[in-house]
């Protein structure tokens, strides 16, 4: 018997390159796949970095901001709010949709405020996609007080899950991981491994890639077959190329850019160090893992690593900022070709465990609920 079409309606602030966006593309795809009508509203303009199926009802408010400071960008600010939030009630009025799933801060907000101030009958799913204690004093005090009002909050690891419940009075909370991008990783076998170790990422102060790069200068003399290459654009590249050329490693680090589909160049790496201050669910992480890659990953706060990795078995997780620790795991795996090789196998399970269509169904069964 097949089941009765539902509509949804996803909500987003934009479809740039990131995790959380890679995942609302997943779903909407997963769901107009499942014979349901999708439609993706984002608060920018209707351009996606992922794929999106064309069945998928994709609309923008093209609330783009000018790259403007002070007072000018504030009234920007307050121009676009007040455009987007009109935009999302007139797509609502359009759509009837059965429910709205929505991701980030401002669109999580904007979400609940339309839902009680206008359309209460539909039932509103947020999703957490960061650390909820990284926010502003402000941000996170209204945060505390609007998120319960809605009616699930869905987390990406079960430390969020924690914060969230000292503080919603309400609304359900559950936890969902990321899924495996079938498309980002690769089947390959490295037989045998180059002597490189790998970073991945935008080149900004969150994945803090200084982290890398000292920890190994610290190890340089042990390992000197051994060379960096780091893949990513962003604005601390300039930070970058000075502190490599300071310790003297021009020849050992390089700053490889942007690559399409980077776990076909780097699967056959020895290691890949994942070094941010913070994530959420980090993508970039997990898609080594199923690629077969060694891994080591900063604690950060989510908590996220401690949930995927487990110590000196698939991988190692080490402090946030700490060089010393740092440098003490990569000397531990540098060191051994059967390490290397056992956390290889170990990682690749994580395939079965963080499985698309398995992952997808979590998703749909929890808004399913609500309709």
Not at 19 to 42: F, K, P, Q, W, Y
Not at 163 to 175: G, H, M, P
Not at 181 to 210: P, S, Y
Request: aromatic share 6%; with cysteine.
């Amino acid at each position: 018997m097949n089941e009765k079409k539902k509509r949804y309606m996803l909500l987003i602030t934009g479809m740039v390159m990131g995790g959380a966006e890679r995942v609302m593309a997943t779903i909407a795809n997963e769901l107009v796949e499942r014979g349901n009508e999708v439609t993706l509203v984002t608060m920018k303009e209707a351009k996606s970095a992922y794929r999106l199926d064309d069945r998928v009802k994709f609309v923008g408010a093209k609330g783009v901001l000018d790259k403007q400071s002070g007072i000018k960008r504030k009234i920007q600010l307050l121009i676009s709010g007040i455009r987007g939030t009109s935009f999302y009630v007139k797509q609502l009025k359009e759509n009837n949709p059965d429910i709205v799933l929505s991701f980030l801060t401002n669109t999580n907000l904007m979400a609940i405020i339309v839902n009680k101030l206008f359309v209460r009958k539909i039932p509103v799913v947020i999703s957490e996609r960061c650390d909820p204690q990284s926010r502003g004093r402000i941000i996170t005090k209204v945060c505390n007080w609007i998120y319960p009002k809605s009616s699930c909050i869905i987390c990406q690891s079960n430390k969020v899950l924690d914060y969230f419940k000292d503080i919603s009075l309400r609304a359900e909370l559950v936890v969902i991981p990321n899924p495996i991008n079938d498309e980002a990783i690769t089947n390959k076998v490295a037989n045998r491994r180059r002597k490189v170790i790998v970073g991945v990422g935008r080149l900004n102060k969150q994945k803090n890639f200084d982290l890398l790069i000292n920890s190994f200068n610290l190890i340089k003399h042990e390992f000197p077959e051994y060379n960096i290459e780091i893949y990513g654009q962003g604005p601390e590249k300039q930070h970058l190329l000075d502190l490599i050329k300071s310790l003297g490693l021009n020849e050992r680090i390089t700053l490889m850019g942007t690559r399409d589909k980077v776990m076909e160049t780097i699967y056959d790496s020895s290691l890949y160090v994942m070094s941010s201050n913070f994530e959420g669910f980090p993508n970039a992480l997990i898609e080594a893992m199923a690629s077969g890659l060694p891994v080591i990953c900063t604690d950060f706060p989510t908590g996220t690593a401690n949930e995927i990795i487990e110590n000196g078995k698939n991988g190692y997780i080490v402090p946030v900022g700490d060089e010393e620790k740092m440098s003490i795991a990569m000397r531990k795996i540098l060191n051994s070709n059967k390490l290397q090789q056992e956390m290889s196998f170990e990682n690749k399970k994580i395939k079965e465990t963080l499985d698309k269509k398995l992952i997808v169904d979590k998703w749909v069964n929890v808004l399913n609920q609500y309709i």
